[in-house]
C-alpha cells in the first residue's frame, strides 16, 4: 500500500510503514536530545539532570514526590541527581510551610540559566520542525504523541500543560 497523506490509509499501516515510524522516532529522540547532552556533558551531568531541571523550572515549587512521580524514577536515583543539582548551585531545596516534612524544589539563578540553554537548543529544533511540517502536521504530531501515552500519563501531562506556567 503507497503512503499517502489520506488518513483513511493511516487505519491500515502494514508492519513496514509502522517500524519506519518506530525507526523515525529513535533517529528524532537522537537528533532531539544531543544539542543538551553536548552541554550537559561538559558538567558532567546527563539527561537525568536535564529532565529534573525542566520540570522544576516549569513547576517551581515542585515536591520531591511530585517530581518521581513525573519522572518515574526511583527515590535512591532522584536523590542522586538532586544531591548533585543543589551541591552545585542549581536547585534550591525549602521546607514545606504547611508540611515541614516535604521538600519544595526551586531553580537558582545559575539553574535557570542552564535550564534556559537547555530548552533553547530544544525549541530552536522543533520551531525549525514543526515550521517545516506545518500546522496540520504540528497538531497531528501531538495527537499521535498523546494517544501513545498511557492514560495516567496523559492525565499527567494534560496538568502539567494546562496547570504550569507558560501555557501553550
Known sequence: MAETGSGENLLFLTDEQLRKGIEA??????????????????MR?????HRAVHFINRQPGLTVTSLLGVLGVTKQSLN????TLIEDGLVESRVGRDDRRERHLYLTAKGAALEAQLSDAQRARMRAAYRAAGPQAVAG???VLEAMMDPD???QYHALRDGAKGGE
Open 25 to 42: 522516532m529513535f533517529f528524532a529522540y537522537r537528533a532531539f536530545t544531543a544539542d543538551p547532552d553536548r552541554i550537559l556533558e561538559t
Open 141 to 143: 504530531f501531538r495527537q
Open 80 to 83: 542522586r541527581v538532586l544531591r
Open 45 to 49: 551531568y546527563g539527561r537525568a539532570h
Open 153 to 155: 500519563l496523559r492525565r
